[in-house]
C-alpha cells in the first residue's frame, strides 16, 4: 500500500497524529514548541563506525498494530534523511531490534522486553505513551491537549550509546529511570 493510500485510510485524529509522529521523526518545521519542530533522526548521533556502515536509515516497529504503527509505516516512502534513504521494517522479536536505527514501539505491551533488546545495538528508542521514557525507552511521545509531546530518558540514551542534541533536548520534558517528567 502506498504511503497515501495509508493516510487515507486513517481517521481524522489518526492523520493528525500520523503527522506529527512523521514530523518528529524525519522532519523540522517551523512553528510552536511541540513536537512539530523537533526531528528526532536529525538531532540523534549514531557512534560513527555503526552510521557509515549502511546507505539506510532503518526504522523499525514493533508492538501493537494500530493507528500509530500505521503511521510509522506510513514514513517509507519519505526523502532521505541526513543522506540516508528511509527503510521501514516490522521486527517481531526484541533480539531483532539492535540492527535498527530507530525503534519505534506501539503499546506498552511488551515495552520492556523491547527496550531491552534495543539497548544492546544504539537504537533510539521511541515510544508512543506517557511513562515509556521513565521505564527505559529514549524518548516517549504523549498527547498534552491536542498536541503531540516528547519526554527524554538521556541515561537510557547513554546507555544505548546515543548523543542526542541540546536543542532536542531543549524542548522535551526530561525524566530518568523510574520517575515521571519534571
Same mark, same amino acid.
Given at each position: 500500500?502506498?504511503?497515501?493510500? $495509508?493516510?487515507? =485510510?486513517?481517521?481524522?485524529?489518526?492523520?493528525?497524529?500520523?503527522? #506529527?509522529?512523521?514530523?518528529? &521523526?524525519?522532519? !523540522? !518545521? /517551523?512553528?510552536?514548541?511541540? %513536537? *512539530?519542530?523537533? =526531528?528526532?533522526?536529525?538531532? /540523534?548521533?549514531?557512534?560513527?563506525?555503526?552510521?557509515?556502515?549502511? =546507505?539506510?536509515?532503518?526504522?523499525?516497529?514493533?508492538? !501493537? $498494530? #494500530?493507528?500509530?504503527?500505521?503511521?510509522?509505516?506510513?514514513?517509507?516512502? @519519505?526523502?532521505?534523511?541526513?543522506? @540516508?534513504?528511509?527503510?521501514?521494517?516490522?521486527?517481531?522479536?526484541?533480539?531483532?531490534?539492535?540492527?535498527?536505527?530507530?525503534? %519505534? &514501539?506501539?503499546? $506498552?505491551?511488551?515495552? /520492556?522486553?523491547?527496550?531491552?533488546?534495543?539497548? =544492546?545495538?544504539?537504537?533510539? /528508542? %521511541?515510544?508512543?505513551?506517557?511513562?515509556?521514557?521513565?521505564? *527505559?525507552?529514549? &524518548?516517549?511521545?504523549? +498527547?498534552?491537549?491536542?498536541? +503531540? $509531546?516528547?519526554? &527524554?530518558?538521556?541515561?537510557?540514551?547513554?546507555?544505548?550509546?546515543?548523543?542526542?542534541?541540546?536543542?532536542?533536548?531543549?524542548?522535551?520534558?526530561?525524566?530518568?529511570?523510574?520517575?515521571?517528567?519534571?
Amino acid at each position: 500500500v502506498r504511503h497515501r493510500d $495509508r493516510k487515507k =485510510n486513517l481517521s481524522r485524529a489518526a492523520r493528525k497524529q500520523a503527522r #506529527d509522529i512523521e514530523l518528529a &521523526i524525519l522532519k !523540522t !518545521t /517551523t512553528g510552536d514548541a511541540g %513536537v *512539530g519542530r523537533d =526531528n528526532f533522526a536529525k538531532f /540523534t548521533d549514531w557512534p560513527e563506525e555503526l552510521w557509515s556502515k549502511s =546507505n539506510k536509515l532503518r526504522l523499525c516497529m514493533a508492538g !501493537t $498494530r #494500530d493507528g500509530f504503527s500505521q503511521a510509522v509505516a506510513a514514513l517509507d516512502a @519519505k526523502p532521505p534523511v541526513r543522506g @540516508k534513504e528511509i527503510e521501514v521494517r516490522s521486527v517481531s522479536r526484541p533480539d531483532d531490534a539492535a540492527s535498527c536505527h530507530i525503534l %519505534v &514501539i506501539a503499546g $506498552r505491551e511488551g515495552m /520492556t522486553q523491547w527496550a531491552r533488546g534495543a539497548a =544492546n545495538g544504539h537504537v533510539l /528508542t %521511541v515510544g508512543d505513551g506517557e511513562g515509556f521514557a521513565p521505564s *527505559g525507552g529514549i &524518548i516517549g511521545l504523549f +498527547v498534552e491537549g491536542e498536541k +503531540v $509531546r516528547f519526554e &527524554i530518558n538521556q541515561d537510557a540514551a547513554s546507555r544505548a550509546g546515543l548523543k542526542l542534541s541540546s536543542q532536542l533536548l531543549k524542548l522535551a520534558r526530561l525524566v530518568k529511570d523510574g520517575q515521571g517528567g519534571k
